[in-house]
C-alpha cells in the first residue's frame, strides 16, 4: 500500500482488510470459535457461559458472553418473543458472533434458541469446526421445579405467553457437538467438559 | 461461587459477569474506545479506518473495522436505504460497536451516517471519551470528481435512489473529536494524527 498517496488518488481504494481473522488468532494464541449454548429456561446455559469464561479467561484467552442481558436489552430492545421475533433475535445473534469470531475473540452464547432451524441458520453461517452446540439438558420437571427466576409459575399462571416448554415449543438438538447433564453433573464437571474438548480440538493449547 | 454446587441448586444464579471491560482492558493493555469514522462516500472512511487499524494491529492492539462490507451483508442484510433504515442501520452498528468494547477490542466504524440524531444516539450509547467522532471532510465536489466506485456517476443518472449528497442529506458533524482533511492531507498525516490522539487521551500507550 501506498501510504505517500493522497486519498483524493485512485489508487487509495485499498481498502481490502489487510489484518484478517488468522493474525487476530496469532496475536491471541488461541482459535476463536462460537459456544452456542442451548437449552430450556433454567438449564444452566448462562451459568455455564460465564463459568467457562472465566476458566478460559484465566487462561489469557479473549473471550465474550451474548446473553439477554447484553443483547435483548440493546441490539435487540426492538424484538418481542413471538417465534418471528425469537428467529430474527437468534439471526442477529448468529450474526454478531460471527463477527466477534472475527475479531479473534472466543464467543459464547447463552439463548434458549428453541428451534432447530434457527440453530441450524447460525451453524450454517459458520464454517465446520467454528460452531460448536452445547446443549443444555436438563428436563423440564427439574428446571420447573428450580425455578429460580419464577418464571415458571408466571408462565403457567398465564401470566407469560409463549414461554418454551410450557406454551411454546422446544426442539432438542439432534446431534450437539457437546452434551451436558446439567441436572446432575456439578457446574466443575461440565465446565471441564467444555475445556477438555476445547483442548483436544486444538482450539486452545493445553 | 462454589463450583462444586450442582446447577440445580438455588445458589447458581451466579451468571453476574465476573470477567469485566475493565479486566479485558488490562489483559489487551489498551482502553477499548470506539472510531467513529462519518463522512460522504468517497471521503476516505474505510481506507482510513483499515491504514489506523493496520497501524494499530502492528503495535499489538486488539482492533476490528466495521463497515458495509461486514455489516450490511450480515446483520443488517434486512435494510434499505431509506432514512427509517439507516436510522436502524446506524442503531444496530452502535449496538455492536458496544459489545465490541465491552469485549476489550478498539472498534472503528466507517459509514457514512449521514444524520446528526443518528450519531448523537450513539454517542450517548457510550461512556464520555469512549466515543470519538472523525470527520472525514472532504468536498462534495473532490468525492464526486474522484467517484471511485462510480456511485456519483449513477447518482446524478437516478440510478440509486436516495444517495447521500446527491438526492439525501448529509449533515456535518458541529463538534467531531477529530476532523481530517481527506481532500488534501496524505492518508499517513491523518493516521499520524488520529494515533498521536490516541496516545495523548491515555487509550494507548506510547
Known amino acids: 500500500m501506498n501510504q505517500k498517496s493522497t486519498i483524493t488518488n485512485e489508487n487509495t481504494v485499498w481498502h481490502e482488510p489487510t489484518i484478517r481473522r488468522i ?11 462460537i459456544l452456542w449454548f442451548t437449552g430450556l429456561s433454567g438449564s444452566g446455559k448462562s451459568t455455564l457461559a460465564h463459568a467457562i469464561e472465566d476458566t478460559l479467561f484465566a487462561k489469557g484467552i479473549r473471550t465474550y458472553v451474548l446473553d439477554g442481558d447484553n443483547v435483548r436489552r440493546g441490539l435487540c430492545q426492538d424484538l418481542g418473543f413471538s417465534d418471528a421475533d425469537r428467529t430474527e433475535n437468534i439471526r442477529r445473534v448468529g450474526e454478531i458472533s460471527r463477527l466477534l469470531m472475527d475479531a479473534g475473540v472466543l464467543t459464547l452464547t447463552a439463548f434458549i434458541s428453541p428451534f432447530s432451524k434457527d440453530r441450524q441458520l447460525v451453524r450454517d453461517l459458520h464454517n465446520k469446526d467454528e460452531f460448536i452446540e452445547i446443549y443444555c439438558n436438563s428436563s423440564l420437571v427439574v428446571c420447573e421445579q428450580r425455578d429460580v427466576k419464577g418464571l415458571y409459575r ?24 457437546i452434551e451436558l447433564d446439567t441436572a446432575n453433573q456439578t457446574v466443575q464437571d461440565c465446565v471441564n467438559k467444555v475445556v477438555l474438548y476445547l483442548e483436544e480440538q486444538g482450539v486452545i493449547k493445553r
Open 154 to 177: 408466571k408462565a403457567r399462571a398465564g401470566d407469560i405467553a409463549e414461554f418454551t416448554g410450557i406454551s411454546s415449543p422446544y426442539e432438542e438438538p439432534k446431534k450437539p457437538e
Open 23 to 33: 493474525d487476530r488468532e496469532k496475536l491471541n494464541n488461541h482459535k476463536s470459535v
